[in-house]
């Protein structure tokens, strides 16, 4: 699917859109937060930012979804959220993962449960996409709240330990089904 730069997705609150080469900088700050990037038990390098940066941009020109910027409607960057192909996993295979990262001053107003929502409506409807998975750490309540929120259902026997160049020593995930609509 080519890119489309008018593309978007709007909630009551939000707006979720593809990224711009000029938002580099906003994932990059995401990214350099502590809070925000407390599960990696480090913040990321600017260079490991800017390769997931070129993933979100690759991902929406090849599959018609990402990880969106997710920004208030006054423009205001918030965060991230949406879905991306997972290729290989060490652990899961290949997949489709839905998840999202928020500045901590946009926690707990329900801003990831709204973006998440609309993300999966998109990806499941717009994109036909199904089987999505989630997963967080286990010392991640807000998350998980998150998740129950949206319905998803916990998939223990799908839960892994995984190594990843982003993340200070063995990952650990607790996974989660995203249900198929009807």
């Not at 800017?50 to 918030?78: C, H, M, P, V």
Request: hydrophobic content about 40%.
């Amino acid at each position: 699917m080519t890119e489309n730069r008018k593309f978007h997705l709007e909630t009551e609150r939000l707006f979720l859109s593809p990224w711009l080469m000029s938002d580099r900088a906003l994932l990059i700050g995401l990214y350099a937060d502590p809070l925000a990037s407390r599960d990696f038990g480090r913040t990321l390098r600017p260079d490991e930012s800017e390769k997931t940066f070129e993933k979100y941009l690759t991902a929406f020109s090849a599959y018609g979804f990402t990880r969106w910027k997710l920004a208030l409607k006054d423009g205001t960057f918030i965060g991230t959220t949406g879905v991306m192909r997972v290729i290989n996993h060490q652990a899961l295979g290949t997949h489709d993962e839905i998840g999202w990262r928020l500045l901590p001053a946009f926690w707990g107003h329900g801003y990831a449960t709204e973006a998440a929502r609309a993300a999966q409506a998109d990806a499941q409807g717009r994109c036909g996409l199904r089987d999505i998975l989630t997963y967080t750490a286990p010392d991640n309540p807000a998350s998980e709240a998150v998740m129950k929120r949206l319905g998803y259902l916990r998939a223990p026997e799908r839960d892994f330990s995984a190594r990843y160049s982003t993340v200070v020593g063995l990952w650990h995930g607790r996974v989660w089904r995203v249900p198929n609509p009807n």
